[in-house]
């Protein structure tokens, strides 16, 4: 993907602004940078797309729809890693052209994006077939769940009461995870472990969680406590919607739920002012490590184009190709996010991925300090990623005091830990 797009610059930089349509859809030329033969077709269908992006941010509409008809012809959801993701941008690009010329009404272009984003996450909020193959499959999630929940453990080692507060609680697999290092603890009885999750949909959803938890709990003789603090709108999230106990110590866990609300930064900032008043020991955020949120059309395309092509390759690597999951994941959950980068402006673009520098940014402003993740904790992230047949591929590396988490040099999740300062 990175080759087709220095390509294509190199193509303009030759022919500055003479460029038509025709000359781009004859084949970019791959001599010299040895290629086998069907890397070559992938390079010149990448191609065709950033070309087809790049007319439909300058609004040459019907040059754009010309090359993506080539694309359309090129691409497929069954083919390469190259193939199926250009498919999927290439759905989002006429979405995108079909809503700036009018062929669709916005109005029900958005219902209809909305309605798909919600039966995302509410697929999200239950252990299905396709997740739990990503979970067992790729390394990502278990790479981060672990090195995440030992840096919890660091901080609540000798902890009686602990209070675990996640915002935005899925299947649970991570308070599984600290339930049962909290349990084999040696010389420290634990007196209570207590979960709050705050929710703004899907309620019912969580409370099946919270019963699966629960069960969990007891079978290991945890005194296991569990709330959930529904709310219509997080900026109503307040200090005292948390049920809290002296000698109680606090950890707070953000596992891909920050970025959600960047649309809406009211509900960010009121909600990370009000975890600053629960005196949490740290706070432990893993997001997703990409720059898909710029004003300027074609830079965020592209951006969104090379993360989301290393996703792709890595369920090619981690997944059969007729794999029924895979292609479930790759058109219903990236598929959806893709859509929405590309086709979506102002409020209803809600995928907006930001990098671990924009966190740094942010969080400095309410005395939030950067911490470093313990050796236990990166010993942790390499340990889980061994036993991946695919360890080779899945980079691990840090920025600053955070740990990356990518894909042939490709980053795609940030793992970083928290404290307040003076708290």
């Known amino acids: 993907m990175r080759v087709a797009g220095a390509l294509l610059l190199q193509f303009n930089e030759q022919n500055g602004n003479n460029v038509d349509v025709a000359m781009l859809m004859e084949p970019f030329s791959c001599d010299g940078i040895g290629l086998a033969k069907e890397e070559n077709k992938d390079v010149e269908l990448a191609g065709l797309l950033i070309a087809a992006a790049e007319k439909v941010g300058n609004k040459q509409f019907d040059q754009a729809s010309k090359l993506l008809t080539k694309c359309d012809y090129l691409s497929s959801t069954s083919g390469t890693p190259v193939q199926r993701v250009v498919y999927q941008f290439g759905e989002a690009l006429r979405e995108r052209i079909n809503r700036q010329t009018g062929r669709i009404p916005i109005e029900d272009y958005f219902l209809q994006e909305r309605i798909h984003l919600e039966y995302v996450e509410e697929a999200m909020m239950s252990p299905n077939s396709a997740l739990l193959a990503c979970y067992q499959l790729l390394p990502f999630c278990k790479v981060l769940n672990f090195a995440g929940i030992q840096a919890v453990i660091d901080n609540i080692a000798s902890a009686k009461k602990v209070h675990f507060i996640q915002i935005?609680?899925?299947?649970?697999?991570?308070?599984?995870?600290?339930?049962?290092a909290l349990a084999t603890r040696r010389g420290v009885s634990?007196?209570?472990?207590?979960?709050?999750?705050?929710?703004?949909?899907?309620?019912?959803?969580?409370?099946?969680?919270?019963?699966?938890?629960?069960s969990f709990a007891d079978s290991m003789n945890i005194p296991f406590i569990?709330?959930?603090?529904?709310?219509?709108?997080?900026?109503?999230?307040?200090?005292?919607?948390?049920?809290?106990?002296?000698?109680?110590?606090?950890?707070?866990?953000?596992?891909?739920?920050?970025?959600?609300?960047?649309?809406?930064?009211?509900?960010?900032?009121?909600?990370?002012r009000v975890i600053r008043k629960l005196h949490p020991c740290v706070m432990v955020v893993y997001e997703v490590e990409g720059n898909h949120n710029s004003p300027l059309f074609v830079n965020r395309f592209i951006e969104s184009l090379f993360f989301y092509s290393a996703f792709f390759d890595c369920l090619e690597e981690c997944m059969d190709r007729d794999n029924q999951d895979r292609i479930n994941i790759e058109i219903n959950y990236f598929g959806q996010g893709i859509l929405n980068v590309v086709a979506a402006e102002g409020e209803e673009r809600v995928v907006r991925h930001v990098g671990i520098d924009v966190w740094r940014s942010f969080f400095s402003r309410f005395g939030l300090v950067e911490t470093e993740l313990s050796y236990s904790s990166i010993y942790q992230a390499n340990l889980v990623n061994k036993q991946f047949a695919c360890a080779n591929s899945c980079t691990l590396g840090m920025n600053g005091k955070s740990l990356t988490v990518g894909w042939k040099g490709t980053p795609i999740h940030s793992l970083s830990t928290w404290k307040f300062r003076n708290v």
């Open 190 to 214: 634990l007196e209570h472990f207590k979960l709050t999750t705050i929710v703004t949909r899907n309620q019912k959803k969580v409370e099946e969680t919270g019963k699966r938890l629960a």
């Open 168 to 180: 935005g609680i899925k299947i649970g697999v991570e308070c599984s995870i600290l339930m049962q």
């Open 226 to 272: 569990f709330n959930v603090i529904g709310l219509s709108d997080m900026k109503d999230i307040k200090e005292e919607l948390f049920s809290r106990e002296e000698k109680e110590v606090v950890a707070v866990y953000c596992p891909f739920v920050l970025r959600t609300m960047i649309p809406w930064p009211d509900q960010l900032e009121t909600l990370i």
